[in-house]
């Protein structure tokens, strides 16, 4: 139980593309999501927390124009890094829980701007 | 002073041997404990939780806590070469943090054959 899963799984674009990642709670309802990028060798930098129907709570230093976080459901929260730069590249990775539960990540998204 | 802090590593044991990890926080109203086990270029897996003080076993992994000392530990029974990964201890805040986790730097453990 207790499956997330992030889609794609791998971005390579161009500067300026935005790109748009998805996480799925596939068998449970999430109650909250949660967004994270991980340079390498580096621990997890939690960049936004969200409520399904509720604006996204941003952490301090992340810019809410740039990541755009829209969660529609119960079960699927999206990440939009919009014109997107180079230094946007990063390992993004979504988590989800329900309730008190733990939370639970999804594989990761890779993301490479050239 | 960082909120959550693991043993600097890396730690490196032989198979068969038990493997140490050890994590203090700062944040005397934290309610719920987590270690992660996250293999390079992929993401953090849930091994274990624990929210009350004593010992939580499962398996070869035992997850021990402390309130008072605000100390939280895992230990890994006969280690093998695929438990070699960076362990993340997180510690999750009561009230209304939304189940925010706050996360160490992690310990780089390598089990050598």
């Known amino acids: 139980g207790a499956v997330v899963s992030q889609h794609p799984s791998w971005v390579i674009c161009k500067s300026g593309t935005s790109v748009k990642i998805e996480c799925r709670s596939l068998d449970f309802q999430a109650t909250t999501m949660f967004w994270y990028r991980q340079f390498p060798k580096q621990s997890l930098m939690l960049m936004a927390t969200?409520?399904?129907?509720?604006?996204?709570?941003?952490e301090q230093g992340v810019e809410k124009d740039k990541f755009l976080i829209n969660h529609a459901s119960l079960t699927l929260s999206t990440l939009t890094v919009t014109s997107a730069h180079p230094e946007d590249s990063s390992f993004y990775i979504c988590?989800?829980?329900?309730?008190?539960?733990?939370?639970?990540f999804g594989d990761g998204t890779r993301l490479s701007i050239l | 002073q960082k909120e959550v802090e693991q043993n600097s590593g890396p730690l490196s044991v032989p198979e068969g041997a038990i493997a140490s990890l050890n994590c203090t926080y700062s944040d005397r109203g934290s309610q719920s404990f987590f270690w992660y086990r996250q293999y390079s270029g992929k993401s953090p897996e849930l091994i274990m939780s624990i929210y009350s003080n004593g010992d939580k076993e499962d398996g070869r992994f035992t997850a021990q806590l402390n309130k008072a000392s605000q100390y939280v530990s895992l230990l890994i029974r006969d280690s093998q070469p695929s438990d070699s990964a960076t362990y993340l201890c997180a510690v999750r805040a009561g009230g209304t943090s939304y189940g925010k986790l706050t996360f160490g730097q992690g310990t780089i453990l390598t089990v050598h054959p």
């Open positions: 988590s989800a829980n329900q309730d008190v539960q733990p939370q639970h």
């Open positions: 969200s409520n399904e129907g509720s604006k996204a709570t941003y």
